[in-house]
């Protein structure tokens, strides 16, 4: 355990500086990432906080902040008046689109590149399969529901 929290550690200070260079936190980039990624780029709140771990209230202070930088805009759901949704706004893409190169090559410089193919597509099936024990709701509102 004491192995993995020593790469997950290391990642995260290669990561986070390299998005704070953009400045940002790393939670406001995954925000940012998430409802870029997501249907019409915007997530149900509590959707969005499910798949960031973030408490309705958390959640709700990171889309302050990103909203009152432009890059992040609440507006009501269409379909249930009860629901509010978080948008990725054209400046909020515009930071992303700039953070995104560089994140790209420090995870290749320090995660990817470091793993043959194989390696690779074992290890992210295993991630994956890990993530949807231990984070049920990480995918949570990103996908159209199928019945």
Do not use: Y
């Amino acid at each position: 355990m004491g192995l993995f929290a020593e790469v997950i550690g290391g990642l995260n200070a290669k990561f986070s500086a390299q998005v704070g260079d953009h400045k940002l936190s790393m939670v406001e980039f995954e925000v940012l990432l998430r409802l870029a990624r997501s249907p019409q780029q915007a997530l149900r709140m509590t959707d969005l906080a499910t798949q960031t771990l973030l408490t309705t209230s958390g959640i709700t202070r990171v889309v302050d902040r990103l909203e009152r930088d432009g890059l992040v805009r609440r507006f009501a759901c269409p379909t249930d008046r009860r629901g509010l949704l978080a948008g990725i706004t054209d400046a909020g893409l515009a930071r992303l689109n700039g953070v995104m190169p560089g994140h790209i090559d420090t995870i290749d410089r320090w995660f990817t590149g470091q793993l043959s193919d194989d390696e690779l597509t074992t290890f992210l099936t295993i991630l994956r399969k890990l993530r949807d024990i231990v984070r049920p709701g990480a995918v949570a509102g990103a996908r159209p529901a199928h019945r």
